[in-house]
């Protein structure tokens, strides 16, 4: 079964960086990419940013410059630096199997999620 597991949440204030972990447990073999979304209180999902196996990526208008996804060997990150009030949300790791030219910042491309971690900016 497979499982992916956030760490790295916490709160800063703007201007501040934090570092989200994700750990992938399980994958099936063969291609795959995973992915980073975000819930703030009222909002609806958002795509923040994603990254296939072999090192593809694709990111949220928003947080362009300023976060920045990698990942090995199914561990993914997102470095997040310059951070605004408005990065306030949970934060969700996800992953699927399969090949994509540049990886989706859709969820409903995505089978397996993390259940998530807190960031809070405060202004």
């Known amino acids: 079964q497979v499982s992916l597991m956030e760490s790295g949440g916490g709160s800063v204030q703007a201007g501040g960086s934090l570092r989200l972990s994700c750990a992938a447990s399980?994958?099936?073999?063969?291609?795959?990419?995973m992915g980073w979304f975000r819930q703030a209180p009222g909002k609806e999902s958002e795509g923040v940013a994603s990254i296939t196996n072999w090192g593809k990526t694709a990111y949220t208008t928003p947080v362009k410059g300023r976060l920045t996804v990698s990942e090995v060997n199914a561990q993914m990150y997102l470095e997040m630096n310059s951070l605004k009030p408005e990065d306030t949300a949970i934060y969700y790791c996800?992953?699927?199997?399969?090949?994509?030219?540049?990886?989706?910042?859709?969820?409903?491309?995505?089978?397996?999620w993390g259940q998530g971690t807190q960031v809070t900016v405060s202004s």
């Open positions: 399980r994958l099936p073999n063969g291609n795959y990419y």
């Open positions: 996800a992953a699927a199997s399969g090949y994509w030219r540049t990886p989706p910042l859709s969820a409903a491309e995505y089978d397996y």
